[in-house]
């Protein structure tokens, strides 16, 4: 049977054993790479004091390369989410297209509740 209130969840959390969506969305950045780009700005943040100019270059250094990591990580995504679909009929593939629909809702909704 249809669930209305279900179907409207976001796709990114999973219901847990209470039935609570307590699961999170794969991250999109491996962690280590999240890591690193997080001890950087940390370091800046940390030396500010003695150094406020290279502190503040290094924190632009970490959030641009937070970004073009974020950037390239997200047109990864767009081609495999691509590739699942785009050669399937629609009439008879409409459960990998629902799949398809559902992870481009997610990593969509992730974006704008940044």
């Given at each position: 049977?249809?669930?209305?209130?279900r179907?409207?969840?976001?796709?990114?959390?999973?219901p847990?054993?209470?039935?609570?969506?307590?699961?999170?969305?794969?991250?999109?950045?491996?962690?280590?790479?999240?890591?690193?780009?997080?001890?950087?700005?940390?370091?800046?943040?940390?030396?500010?004091?003695?150094?406020?100019?290279?502190?503040?270059?290094?924190?632009?250094?970490?959030?641009?390369?937070?970004?073009?990591?974020?950037?390239?990580?997200?047109?990864?995504?767009?081609?495999?989410?691509?590739a699942?679909?785009?050669?399937?009929?629609?009439?008879?593939?409409?459960?990998?297209?629902?799949?398809?629909?559902?992870?481009?809702?997610?990593?969509?909704?992730?974006?704008?509740?940044?």
């Amino acid at each position: 049977m249809y669930d209305q209130t279900r179907a409207q969840q976001p796709a990114d959390r999973h219901p847990g054993a209470s039935g609570r969506r307590t699961e999170g969305p794969a991250p999109l950045l491996p962690s280590d790479e999240r890591d690193r780009i997080a001890q950087r700005l940390g370091h800046a943040v940390n030396h500010f004091a003695d150094t406020p100019g290279e502190a503040l270059a290094e924190a632009e250094s970490a959030f641009d390369e937070a970004t073009a990591a974020l950037a390239a990580a997200l047109e990864e995504r767009r081609r495999d989410l691509r590739a699942a679909w785009e050669d399937q009929d629609p009439e008879a593939q409409a459960a990998e297209l629902r799949v398809a629909l559902r992870e481009y809702r997610e990593i969509t909704g992730r974006l704008l509740r940044l």
